[in-house]
């Protein structure tokens, strides 16, 4: 089961102060602040927070950004694809999450996050990588799994790059009351840290006729499994 360590990461923030409309807020041309390919512990990732004051509401939101490079895995199968990472115990409210398609980075993981990429390099409307899931507040390792859209996008492109938005901010829809979701993770460096993806490969087999019988008919050649075949008598 290979695993697959961040290439690219940003954690970006806009609000509460100053913004007093959810989609105003929600879809920025431009974020409020950013930091790129950090290794923090105690990182904040996702978040959607509504505060009232005289003035009426106030929106804010936390975002994490996410790219990975399958390099080497795009001629086989993947299957089993999960989203890894380690939480920490500084979260705080409704910590349900979501991962989506993120089109940043520049083309496939080769540049960092721009300011822009906030709201114009998520798909619009999002397109999903998993269910809802719930981050808990505490430093045990957890897995995600990722859906058929995101393992079809890796093995196609050769990267997948993800968004992790709170519901909150995933669901598009403005709630009536205050709240401050806060989700932490510790995140680590992009070899041996705690956010990776982990999946099972099977490597493409022998391509061509053995005695006329098709690749696709063939499992074994003397007992050897098709996908541990690369030549057959020199060819």
């Known amino acids: 089961m290979p695993n697959i360590y ?19 807020a929600r879809e920025a041309a431009e974020d409020s602040s950013n930091t790129t390919n950090t290794t923090s512990t105690n990182a904040i990732v996702s978040g959607f927070i509504r505060t009232s004051s005289r003035g009426g509401a106030a ?23 999960k989203f890894n990472f380690k939480p920490s115990t500084g979260s705080t409210g409704t910590l349900s999450n979501r991962l989506a398609q993120f089109n940043g980075f ?21 397109v999903p990588y998993s269910n809802a899931f719930n981050s808990p507040d505490s430093t045990t390792v957890q897995a995600i799994t990722l859906n058929s859209t995101a393992i079809t996008d890796a093995g196609t492109d050769g990267f997948l790059k993800l968004v992790l938005m709170n519901t909150g901010d995933y669901n598009g829809i403005a709630v009536g009351v205050d709240q401050s979701n806060i989700t932490n993770w510790n995140v680590g ?19 061509n006729k053995v005695n006329s019988i098709l ?3 063939v499992s074994q050649i003397n007992g050897i499994s098709n996908s541990n ?7």
């Open 59 to 81: 929106f804010g939101f936390r975002r994490s950004y996410w790219g990975f490079d399958f390099t080497g895995y795009t001629e086989g199968t993947i299957s089993n694809l």
């Open 106 to 126: 520049g083309t496939e993981v080769g540049s960092n996050y721009s300011t822009g990429d906030w709201w114009d390099s998520i798909e619009n409307p999002l």
């Open 6 to 24: 961040w290439s690219k990461n940003a954690i970006a923030s806009i609000g509460p102060s100053g913004q007093s409309s959810y989609s105003g």
């Open 229 to 235: 075949i690369s030549q057959v008598i020199g060819v």
């Open 215 to 217: 690749p696709a008919n």
């Open 189 to 207: 460096n992009n070899s041996t840290g705690n956010i990776y993806l982990s999946f099972d490969y099977e490597a493409p087999g022998y391509g």
